[in-house]
T-cell receptor, first 113, second 113 residues
Framework: ETGVTQSPTHLIKTRGQQVTLRCSSQSGHNTVSWYQQALGQGPQFIFQYYREEENGRGNFPPRFSGLQFPNYSSELNVNALELDDSALYLC????????????FGQGTRLTVV | QQQVKQSPQSLIVQKGGISIINCAYENTAFDYFPWYQQFPGKGPALLIAIRPDVSEKKEGRFTISFNKSAKQFSLHIMDSQPGDSATYFCAASGPQGGNKLTFGGGTRVLVKP
């Protein structure tokens, strides 16, 4: 196990609703990245938080937003859910140093109906 | 825009055989190339990683070959075992720091006993 925990593990939401996903980073890590993994595809970078500030964003609309807390845990919020938002959402924690290992959680499986 | 292209999408290998997965990238700023292994219901786990200053790296049964001029890298799994059956992702990140990973599309490997 990586020490990165995500909650919940599964949830089902209705189109148009809002959702909040949570991630606890590994001890000693100050950087959390979020990824969206559609079924049968590779993870896509959503955004990253470093010491409570957004530190880069992928090609995702503003209805995807995030937050990092002083203990470096993080939240991913998605507003106005669409059917295509159904995916596995992964968070990864790291030290923030370039090219060091990123440790992934087990993911949250979001289904939008 | 898919900046890391991975092939094949799936492969079947007999126990004891060699699995070979190839990736090609476009962004010459990438300078860190990890491979991740993912089992169903789990997050990706780092298998092995390479930097472009070396052409090959070996860890146990896993070897990365890197060709900087061709912008290609590959994973070789020697003496493949049924427990290696998983999905493998190549990835890349640049010197901007923080491990913002760009993933390939994944290769599903099935090792037959």
């Amino acid at each position: 196990e990586t020490g990165v925990t995500q909650s919940p593990t599964h949830l089902i939401k209705t189109r148009g609703q809002q959702v909040t996903l949570r991630c606890s980073s590994q001890s000693g890590h100050n950087t959390v990245s979020w990824y969206q993994q559609a079924l049968g595809q590779g993870p896509q970078f959503i955004f990253q938080y470093y010491r409570e500030e957004e530190n880069g964003r992928g090609n995702f609309p503003p209805r995807f937003s995030g937050l990092q807390f002083p203990n470096y845990s993080s939240e991913l919020n998605v507003n106005a859910l669409e059917l295509d938002d159904s995916a596995l959402y992964l968070c990864a924690s790291s030290t923030g140093q370039p090219n060091t290992e990123a440790f992934f959680g087990q993911g949250t499986r979001l289904t939008v109906v | 825009q898919q900046q890391v292209k991975q092939s094949p999408q799936s492969l079947i290998v007999q126990k004891g055989g060699i699995s070979i997965i190839n990736c090609a990238y476009e962004n010459t700023a990438f300078d860190y190339f990890p491979w991740y292994q993912q089992f169903p219901g789990k997050g990706p786990a780092l298998l092995i990683a390479i930097r472009p200053d070396v052409s090959e790296k070996k860890e146990g049964r896993f070897t990365i070959s890197f060709n900087k001029s061709a912008k290609q890298f590959s994973l070789h799994i020697m003496d493949s075992q049924p427990g290696d059956s998983a999905t493998y992702f190549c990835a890349a990140s640049g010197p901007q720091g923080g491990n913002k990973l760009t993933f390939g599309g994944g290769t599903r490997v099935l090792v037959k006993p």
